[in-house]
């Protein structure tokens, strides 16, 4: 059985019934990297935000089940669900600067969790923080946790957000395009930095992303999204070699290869969206008659 | 660069040593008058009456600011004044501060029905003319020290929630707010812990200038007469006797009026300095 199971999840707009997400069926395994990809407002954030039950209120989820370990989160009473959320996921944001909050010292934001979900003594948790912060190469960890955000730069405040995800050994870790707000070199040493640490600690990882490139280095399997739908859930083998749906194959098609940066690149053709779109449509309309 | 820094830090630090010594010393007025004041502020003697100050021709030793009509010593009457300026800052500042920023930081980021309902009332409250509002609570309740506290409280808690409302929204979206709630956070203690120190800087400067605003309000219905009994010296009070007599003795007028301008401007200042200094980029 998958450890994580997203099943049949649909989510809207409140107010508007406008869909967000239209039947997402997503599994990862315990210890996979499974990438999720797919154009900007395909409803990426959402699945990962709905699974760590931080959707903002204006959304509201109107069927399915997301099962963690075998448990149907949407089923648990909210103090329940928050814990079990808790004790086994972890989210690395997208943005390094925002991620922090910037009028609190790092040490407690990163031991908060171990103390009030894992019940651990203060010193007991201080001590992890420390080893975390060596085992993401930050120099000197004692001063950095009684420093505030502002006074690191973007980079280690991204280590100090991943050893904060990994602190109570999560099963699983969604990182929400971890790399996009930082700059090209640094985002090399952070996503080897990710890749790292979630060999070692065989955690589960649903990869957030627009890069095939990252995905094929990091992940073993993905899924496309388009439209809040799953439009090809295949392994990165697979993919590479021959994607089964006419949209991801014009996807990869207009990613740029690390081999030939320049060569001509073709856009995602107006045909292939169009096809793509009726598929969306199709589904909504079977929905309603359904 | 760490030049520029420092060079802001300065000026900042000087704003926040003007202003706060100003209130400092004002507390100090306040609690030690008994023993600062030269005279009894009370005492009249008619044969003193509009004595100038100290250094103008004419002033009799003893009576630095000189004495109003009924011959009562400025500079007592100003001391014993901060009394009642300082309570009111004090009591009606807090207060509101605490009911309209705990209210504003509930809407702002609980939303939902609880955001829907403290937005309608304040915008209802807001619909209310401020000063008639006052003047109506205090002519139902009678003129009195908890009348003027009362006032201050029902008409500006607004002024905090809407402030507080949109930092906490804004400061609601941010990514260190999602980390917390998956960190298993609940979401009243997000409020506390995550939230709350981000608004604190804004809610220092707003209870500052509610502070000084407490005292204006203060002086204003004493000038009306509206405030506490009029035996007890008040700044208000003070300005509304000098306005009679401002051509033969402008200095029952201009002292409490220099005390009440400076003492505003200290809370103001306050709250600026008092800003910079809880900012933890520029701290
Ligand atoms: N707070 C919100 N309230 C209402 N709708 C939202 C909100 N945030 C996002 N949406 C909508 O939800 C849809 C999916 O957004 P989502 O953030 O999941 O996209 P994404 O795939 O993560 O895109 P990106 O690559 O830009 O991050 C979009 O249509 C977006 O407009
Ligand atoms: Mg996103």
């Known amino acids: ?290 | 660069m760490a030049d520029g820094r420092s060079q802001i830090r300065r000026r900042v630090g000087l704003k926040l040593w003007l202003s706060g010594g100003w209130i400092a010393f004002l507390v100090m007025a306040a609690l030690c008058a008994p023993w600062l004041a030269p005279h009894d502020p009370l005492a009249q003697d008619l044969f003193l009456g509009r004595l100038p100050p100290a250094w103008v021709q004419g002033a009799e030793p003893g009576f630095y600011l000189g004495t109003d009509s009924l011959g009562r010593d400025v500079l007592s009457r100003i001391l014993y004044g901060a009394r009642l300026a300082l309570i009111v800052a004090l009591v009606a500042g807090s207060l509101t501060c605490l009911i309209g920023a705990t209210l504003g930081l509930m809407a702002g980021f609980l939303r939902g029905w609880v955001d829907v309902v403290i937005s309608r009332a304040i915008d209802i409250w807001m619909a209310f003319p401020p000063v008639l509002f006052s003047i109506l609570l205090i002519a139902v309740m009678g003129p009195g020290l908890t009348s003027i506290i009362l006032a201050i409280v029902v008409i500006d808690w607004t002024r905090f929630a809407r402030v507080v409302r949109a930092e906490a929204m804004a400061q609601g979206a941010m990514d260190y707010v999602a980390s917390a709630q998956v960190a298993g956070r609940r979401r009243i203690s997000t409020m506390f812990t995550e939230i709350l120190p981000n608004v604190l800087p804004t809610i220092v400067v707003l209870l500052t200038l509610e502070m000084g605003i407490a005292v204006i309000v203060e002086a204003i219905l004493s000038f009306v007469n509206l405030s506490i009994s009029t035996d007890d010296p008040t700044w208000g009070g003070m300005i509304a006797e000098g306005r009679t007599s401002i051509h033969q003795a402008w200095w029952v007028l201009v002292f409490p009026l220099v005390t009440l301008f400076l003492t505003v401007l200290s809370f103001s200042q306050l709250g600026e300095g008092l800003k910079d200094r809880f900012d933890p980029v520029l701290r």
């Open chain 1, 1 to 290: 059985m998958s450890f994580l199971a997203i099943k049949g999840l649909s989510a809207r707009l409140r107010d508007t019934s406008f869909p967000i997400l239209r039947d997402v069926f997503l599994s990862v395994e315990a210890g996979e990297v499974h990438g999720l990809v797919g154009e900007s407002g395909a409803g990426k954030s959402m699945i990962g935000k709905a699974l760590l039950g931080i959707l903002p209120t204006s959304i509201e989820i109107t069927h399915g089940t997301i099962e963690l370990d075998g448990v149907d989160l949407l089923r648990l009473p909210p103090a329940e669900r928050r814990r079990r959320i808790g004790a086994t996921a972890a989210l690395i944001p997208q943005d390094p600067l925002t991620a922090l909050n910037p009028s609190r010292r790092i040490g407690p934001q990163i031991t908060d969790r171990l103390v009030d979900i894992l019940g651990w003594a203060r010193s007991t948790a201080e001590a992890r923080a420390r080893e975390l912060l060596d085992e993401v190469h930050i120099p000197d960890p004692v001063r950095v946790m009684r420093s505030y955000p502002h006074e690191l730069s973007g980079g280690m405040r991204q280590r100090i957000l991943i050893a904060s995800a990994f602190a109570a050994e999560p099963k699983l870790i969604v990182a929400d395009e971890p790399t996009t707000a930082l700059d090209v070199t640094v985002q090399k040493q952070i996503l080897k930095l990710i890749a790292e640490m979630q060999a070692r600690h065989g955690t589960a990882l649903l990869f957030v992303t627009h890069d095939l490139g990252v995905v094929s280095k990091v992940c073993q399997s993905l899924s496309v999204l388009y439209g809040g739908m799953v439009v090809e859930r295949t392994t990165v083998r697979d993919f590479f070699r021959e994607p089964a749906h006419s949209y991801s194959r014009a996807l990869l098609a207009a990613t740029p290869k690390y081999t030939d940066p320049l060569a001509s690149l073709t856009p995602v053709p107006e045909t292939v969206i169009a096809a793509v779109q009726a598929e969306v449509a199709a589904h909504d309309r079977s929905q309603r008659n359904g």
